[in-house]
């Protein structure tokens, strides 16, 4: 499927690091001091003071021995809320206060222990737990938040210094980049052999941060190969998951196309290409739009100008209704779309009269 057809297209298109652009930078100040009205309400009104405290080991020997991750999980949201928005709040001011602000909190989640969930295994597996950390979603969005906020803010925290990059890049090889190439276990399949509905939304996240971080064009090639496999077979087992799975699955999918399709300058097209229709499939299959992922949908309905998933995002927003998700959701990558899209999105979901 996607491996044999993508494979060879992909090796000749993936795009160097220092072209790969996904969203606008700090640096391009004409898009960031026009943003519309409607986000920069929901941004600024966020607010602005941060707990920096590290996980503590208590805690986190509590989490291993209960099972009970709800403390941790509470921790991880408030310090990756933080840190995306004050990384945009950084953007959209450009001045050394709010810049400053930005990297005390990806600092301070840089400095915790782990950035995957505790699992309750036994003592002997707890020590390699800690040290061969799982790419699981905690991690991988965790990851994500920070490589987006590294990539905004990157040109102001080199003229900080030019360490700061390489704290950066450190802890997204260790945490996210070598687990994905060393760990060679089942640590993403069930015992079924399936592999888990995170796994594509998972895959985004490493993907982006080898692109990002990686020269080595044969271990970029590698690492999309690998991925592809992956969603191969859950695509081929795809009527194996639940409906709740399915939309998961989706909403995974749509993110990790849309990198590749930005990695490659547009030669990745899975939107408009085969199986652009598994997509669509997996939408419509259980017919249950209002429990599924709206920026989602959206992301779908601007690639492929699907007529039918349009219809169902209109139903339930507005345009200004979809840029006030900027507010709520908890990836950088997916609000940086919505920002960047804001006029396409305007457009496409006009306001209906009240």
């Given at each position: 499927?996607?491996t044999n ?24 100040r004409?898009?960031?001091e026009?943003?519309?009205n409607?986000?920069l ?29 709800s ?16 990384s ?16 005390d ?9 782990l950035w995957h969930l505790?699992?309750t295994?036994t003592?002997?597996?707890?020590e ?23 990539y905004?803010?990157k040109?102001?925290?080199d003229s900080?210094d030019?360490n ?11 945490r ?6 060393d760990r ?14 995170c ?7 490493v993907?982006i941060?080898i ?13 999309v190969?690998?991925?592809l496999?992956?969603?191969d077979?859950?695509l081929?087992?795809?009527d194996?998951?639940?409906?709740a ?6 909403n995974g ?13 547009s ?15 997996l ?8 429990s ?9 309905v ?9 219809q169902?995002v ?9 840029l006030?998700?900027?507010g ?13 899209n804001?006029?396409?999105?305007l ?8």
């Amino acid at each position: 499927m996607l491996t044999n057809k993508y494979s060879k297209r992909i090796y000749n298109s993936i795009l160097p690091v220092e072209l790969i652009n996904p969203y606008p930078a700090i640096d391009d100040r004409i898009f960031w001091e026009n943003l519309n009205n409607i986000i920069l309400r929901v941004i600024e009104v966020k607010p602005t003071a941060h707990d920096l405290k590290p996980l503590k080991g208590t805690v986190l020997l509590d989490a291993f021995q209960t099972g009970d991750t709800s403390v941790i999980e509470t921790l991880f949201k408030e310090k990756n809320d933080a840190l995306i928005f004050t990384s945009l709040l950084g953007c959209i001011n450009d001045k050394s206060e709010y810049i400053i602000e930005a990297l005390d909190m990806a600092w301070s989640v840089m400095d915790m222990a782990l950035w995957h969930l505790p699992s309750t295994k036994t003592s002997s597996s707890k020590e390699e737990y800690i040290y061969r950390p799982v790419i699981d979603e905690s991690a991988a969005n965790t990851a994500g938040n920070v490589l987006y906020s590294y990539y905004l803010l990157k040109s102001r925290y080199d003229s900080f210094d030019i360490n700061i990059g390489k704290r950066f890049e450190f802890e997204i090889r260790n945490r996210i980049i070598q687990p994905f190439f060393d760990r060679s276990d089942d640590w993403m399949q069930r015992s079924n052999g399936n592999y888990m509905p995170c796994v594509p939304g998972i895959l985004s996240n490493v993907l982006i941060g080898i692109l990002l971080f990686e020269a080595d064009y044969i271990k970029k090639h590698d690492a999309v190969r690998q991925s592809l496999v992956i969603i191969d077979s859950i695509l081929e087992n795809a009527d194996t998951y639940n409906a709740a799975e399915r939309r998961e699955l989706y909403n995974g999918l749509i993110t990790f196309f849309d990198c590749l399709y930005m990695a490659t300058g547009s030669a990745f097209d899975v939107f408009n290409d085969f199986p652009g229709h598994v997509l669509s499939d997996l939408a419509s299959q259980d017919n249950d739009y209002s429990s599924m992922d709206s920026i989602s949908l959206l992301r779908h309905v601007l690639y492929t100008d699907d007529p039918y998933i349009a219809q169902q995002v209109y139903k339930d927003y507005t345009g200004e209704q979809l840029l006030q998700l900027c507010g709520s959701d908890t990836s950088l990558e997916r609000i940086l779309f919505l920002i960047d899209n804001s006029d396409l999105i305007l457009n496409k979901f006009y306001l209906k009269e009240s």
